[in-house]
């Protein structure tokens, strides 16, 4: 029995034991556990505060682990209060502890500081009377609150002078923080007037994709209500001007962007957005400069310190430059120079660093040179070399464009249509080393007056073949009419012009890529012939160079008539339609042709002739019109063809005589 009390005492003190150890283990303390996953930014000189939390029992005891606050911040042991005035931008990476009498936990926090305000003046707004913004002694209002990445004043680059507008990740570098995504702001109104104007900056961005809006500078108009927020994209109200990134990291643009219409006599505000996502991306990240305000200019109607006349001297560029350049800050743009040239050791061409015949690409480009051109009362031909490769031949990407424009027209670097022009033509896909000569009649309408020309080369951002344009001899040409006989004239008594001892023939060729000569690549019988040429020897041309060029000699007509007869020999382009090809003419003696323009005045046609073969020589023999019995007349053989293609040889000519047929 006794040892039954004994078994039960023993059970009821185990189970007051058990009872007493499951009090105390519900009663013990519990170490702390930091919730706050993330800190608001601050601003130097901005006063800052931030409470963290944990869980756990109480009292908690906050420290910093490791790393650091940012300085002129301090961290409340016993509240866990981080509050201070920052001094210092950037960011800055800790560790805070929370410790209770259960032990303690930690977490990894960071701080994100933005610059202060600048000191210096803020630009409330713009006119088309201000100077432009070039951020040596202003700036515009900065929407950069807590984002890692932010827009700030400084010297790590510009376009001109010594500073620019530019967005940092630690408030001196031209640099961002491509894993943490950033959404910032700088605004300035304009006053836009009646007429409207244009918004003109440079810029220079790399960022990330230039097919999907990943990281990127965007240009926007908005009402002056609307305020950007940090951290929000599309500002309330806003249209976009344009989107800019993967320009150059090294190569300033120059954009100039028309504000829409709706917007004159009103006061906008444009906003400059750099936006970038958290998914890698290239440096550096947008800078701008030389913010501006323009207007459609028109000139007072002054003239060009020296101006383009019938019978003056071609401008060759070896003296000089008497064009006037509107290159504006844009990437690629004119300049005199010796890169390249038609004759002699200079031009005039678009280069990208002020020496080479090369353009950048990747970044768009509008700029002009232009001279002034007296215009008799009977018509003058605009007639100049150029070369150029560019991008594409049937869509307006990368090219050289010719417009002629009253002389109160002022081109815009930027804008590509100066107001009231007309264009006279458009080129590239030219050759990389072979120059064409254009000759281009000046519409009637501008006949006896003064007129501006206007040579502009355009490229986009999207690819391109170098080089770019360059032009030389440029001159004005009015109508020749002549009266001296050629030194040689056909007869019917005289021998075949074979060309196996010189040439009688009149040469026109100008500066033309496709010409004739005398040589021995071809010849119907003996070794010589004469042929069109592109390199002065070989009988082959350039099919992607528009040439026309001439070859006349006169010719006694009897009063009983006579024919003329020749050996040809042409493959050309085209059976069917005028493309390239060999045209025989007669025409009056007083008729000069002219290279590059394929119309002659009084002429009759004797053949055409092309797709001959590319061995194997025709011949012609063609009646003189009986209206020149009795008369000297000119012969006239001309070589045309475009710029699309083509099939080798083109032409040659051989054993030309005046025959009486019986």
């Keep these: 029995m006794k040892n039954t009390f004994k078994i039960i005492g023993i059970i009821a003190l185990a189970a007051i034991i058990g009872i007493v150890a499951l009090s105390c283990d519900e009663g013990a303390p519990t170490p702390p556990t930091v919730t706050t996953a993330s800190l608001p930014g601050g601003m130097?000189?901005?006063?800052?505060?931030?409470?963290?939390?944990?869980?756990g029992d109480t009292p908690i005891t906050w420290s910093i682990d490791s790393g650091s606050l940012p300085a002129g911040l301090t961290l409340a042991a016993a509240t866990g209060v981080i509050s201070g005035t920052p001094t210092a931008a950037g960011t800055a990476t800790f560790t805070v502890k929370a410790t209770n009498d259960a032990g303690d936990g930690t977490r990894a926090l960071s701080i994100v500081i933005s610059p202060a305000p600048p000191t210096i003046d803020v630009i409330q707004t713009i006119t088309v009377d201000s100077a432009p913004i070039g951020f040596e002694t202003d700036t515009i209002t900065l929407i950069n609150e807590g984002q890692p990445n932010y827009w700030i004043r400084g010297t790590a680059t510009a376009r001109s002078g010594s500073n620019s507008l530019y967005i940092t990740n630690n408030g001196t570098t031209n640099a961002y923080v491509t894993n943490n995504s950033s959404v910032v702001?700088?605004?300035?109104?304009?006053?836009?007037?009646?007429?409207?104007?244009?918004?003109?900056?440079?810029?220079?961005?790399?960022?990330?994709?230039?097919?999907?809006?990943?990281?990127?500078?965007?240009?926007?108009?908005?009402?002056?209500?609307?305020?950007?927020?940090?951290?929000?994209?599309?500002?309330?109200?806003?249209?976009?001007?344009?989107?800019?990134?993967?320009g150059s990291a090294t190569i300033w643009g120059e954009q100039v962007i028309a504000i829409p219409a709706g917007n004159n006599n009103s006061t906008v505000r444009i906003i400059f957005t750099w936006r970038n996502d958290s998914n890698s991306g290239t440096q550096p990240p947008a800078a701008i400069d030389n913010i501006e305000l323009i207007e459609d200019v028109a000139g007072d109607g002054t003239h060009t310190a020296t101006k383009l006349t019938v019978g003056a001297s071609p401008v060759g560029f070896e003296e000089g430059n008497p064009l006037v350049l509107v290159n504006g800050l844009q990437p690629s743009y004119w300049v005199r120079g010796t890169a390249t040239a038609r004759v002699g050791s200079n031009s005039l061409y678009i280069t990208n660093n002020g020496t080479v015949n090369a353009y950048t690409t990747s970044m768009s480009s509008v700029v002009h040179a232009y001279i002034d051109a007296d215009i008799p009362s009977d018509?003058?031909?605009?007639?100049?070399?150029?070369?150029?490769?560019?991008?594409?031949?049937?869509?307006?990407?990368?090219?050289?464009?010719?417009?002629?424009?009253?002389?109160?027209?002022?081109?815009?670097?930027?804008?590509?249509?100066?107001?009231?022009?007309?264009?006279?033509?458009?080129?590239?896909?030219?050759?990389?080393?072979?120059?064409?000569?254009?000759?281009?009649?000046?519409?009637?309408?501008?006949?006896?007056?003064?007129?501006?020309?206007?040579?502009t080369w355009i490229n986009d951002s999207n690819s391109g073949t170098q080089p770019p344009a360059a032009i030389d001899n440029i001159s004005l040409e009015g109508s020749v009419v002549g009266s001296d006989t050629t030194a040689t004239k056909l007869t019917v008594d005289g021998s075949p012009v074979d060309f196996e001892s010189g040439n009688p023939l009149v040469l026109v060729n100008g500066l033309q890529p496709n010409y004739w000569m005398r040589g021995t690549a071809a010849a119907q019988a003996g070794t010589n012939s004469l042929y069109i040429t592109n390199d002065g020897t070989a009988n082959a041309y350039s099919t992607t160079m528009s040439s026309v060029v001439h070859a006349y000699i006169d010719a006694e007509i009897p009063?009983?008539?006579?024919?003329?007869?020749?050996?040809?020999?042409?493959?050309?382009?085209?059976?069917?339609?005028?493309?390239?090809?060999?045209?025989?003419?007669?025409?009056?003696?007083?008729?000069?042709?002219?290279?590059?323009?394929?119309?002659?005045?009084?002429?009759?046609?004797?053949?055409?002739?092309?797709?001959?073969?590319?061995?194997?020589?025709?011949?012609?023999?063609?009646?003189?019109?009986?209206?020149?019995?009795?008369?000297?007349?000119?012969?006239?053989?001309?070589?045309?063809?475009?710029?699309?293609?083509?099939?080798?040889?083109?032409?040659?000519?051989?054993?030309?005589?005046l025959i009486v047929v019986p």
């Design 44 to 55: 130097v000189g901005t006063a800052y505060t931030a409470t963290l939390a944990a869980t």
């Design 559 to 657: 009063s009983g008539g006579a024919s003329l007869r020749y050996n040809w020999r042409v493959q050309g382009e085209s059976s069917a339609a005028a493309y390239d090809y060999l045209q025989v003419r007669v025409v009056p003696t007083t008729t000069v042709p002219v290279a590059g323009v394929s119309t002659l005045t009084g002429s009759a046609n004797l053949g055409s002739h092309r797709n001959g073969g590319a061995t194997t020589w025709g011949q012609n023999v063609a009646a003189i019109p009986v209206g020149n019995n009795g008369t000297t007349v000119r012969i006239v053989f001309t070589w045309i063809n475009d710029s699309s293609s083509g099939s080798q040889p083109p032409a040659a000519i051989d054993n030309i005589e």
């Design 185 to 246: 702001h700088a605004y300035v109104d304009a006053e836009i007037p009646a007429t409207g104007a244009f918004l003109r900056f440079s810029w220079r961005a790399m960022g990330e994709s230039a097919s999907t809006a990943y990281d990127y500078l965007r240009v926007y108009v908005a009402p002056i209500s609307t305020v950007p927020v940090a951290g929000v994209l599309e500002p309330t109200g806003a249209t976009v001007l344009g989107t800019h990134r993967s």
């Design 379 to 455: 018509g003058a031909s605009l007639r100049f070399s150029w070369k150029a490769q560019g991008e594409s031949s049937s869509t307006a990407y990368d090219y050289l464009r010719v417009y002629v424009a009253p002389v109160t027209t002022v081109p815009i670097a930027g804008v590509l249509n100066p107001t009231g022009s007309a264009i006279l033509g458009t080129y590239r896909v030219g050759s990389a080393t072979i120059w064409g000569e254009q000759v281009i009649a000046i519409p009637a309408g501008n006949n006896n007056s003064t007129v501006r020309i206007i040579f």
